[in-house]
């Protein structure tokens, strides 16, 4: 199960930290992945972070690579997604997800997102 | 980045019609497609990878075909429940970008 929090009303420019606690699944071994819906809009991959065995690297999305941070804290079963220098079009509903895995050939895996959360909204506006 | 384009955006059909969805991705992305539901209000819900891997518990009725640029999402007999919004999405690299998303509705 994924729950996040976090989201809120935030002027231009500002900051916020969403949250998604994890649980029923083993956190410390799994890929994690934001995923964003404007409002009456289709969805945008924001990014992903990999688990710490893995690397725990992370990779984003154009729109907000700079502005905007993935971590995890794998004592907590939590993700989070840091955002700064908030804009206008960044105001959505956010959706934290597992990145589930299948391979497909020796250097190949298949990547989908299952399950996901239920979203917190997050608006900018002055 | 790559660009994934379904059609159409919206379609009409009635209960127990086949309806077919069409994602298209601006490069070769072998067999790294996924799809997903969502319903109003709702979070997405994952429906199949692979390009035609359904997820365990997906009804039958639903199949995904295609490799290359071109894929389909095929609902073989529309029930009331599958009325809602579907994206395709390209895990070949990242950003793993979405398609726009195809409305059905009820005709």
């Known amino acids: 199960q994924l729950v996040e929090s976090g989201g809120g009303l935030v002027k231009p420019g500002g900051s916020l930290r969403l949250s998604c606690a994890a649980s029923g699944f083993s956190f410390t071994s799994t890929w994690m992945t934001w995923v964003r819906q404007a409002p009456g809009k289709g969805l945008e991959w924001v990014g992903r972070?990999?688990?710490?065995?893995?690397?725990?690297?992370?990779d984003y999305a154009a729109p907000v690579k700079g502005r905007f941070t993935i971590s995890r804290d794998d004592s907590l079963h939590t993700l989070y997604l840091d955002l700064n220098s908030l804009k206008t079009e960044d105001t959505a509903v956010y959706y934290c997800?597992?990145?589930?895995?299948?391979?497909?050939?020796?250097?190949?895996?298949?990547?989908?997102?299952?399950?996901w959360g239920q979203g917190t909204l997050v608006t900018v506006s002055s | 980045d790559i660009q994934m384009t379904q059609s159409p955006s919206s379609l009409s059909a009635s209960l127990g019609d086949r309806v077919t969805i069409t994602c298209r991705a601006s490069q070769s992305i072998d067999k790294f497609l996924n799809w997903y539901q969502q319903k109003p209000g709702d979070a997405p819900k994952f429906l199949i990878y692979g390009a035609s891997s359904l997820k365990s518990g997906v009804p039958s009725r639903f199949s995904g075909s295609g490799s290359g640029t071109d894929f389909t999402l095929t609902i073989s007999s529309l029930q009331a429940e599958d009325f809602a919004t579907y994206y395709c999405?390209?895990?070949?690299?990242?950003?793993?970008?979405f398609g726009q998303g195809t409305k059905l509705e009820i005709k």
């Open positions: 972070i990999k688990s710490k065995a893995d690397g725990g690297t992370t």
């Open positions: 997800g597992t990145l589930r895995s299948q391979q497909y050939n020796i250097n190949q895996w298949f990547i989908w997102s299952d399950p």
């Open positions: 999405q390209q895990s070949y690299t990242t950003p793993y970008t």
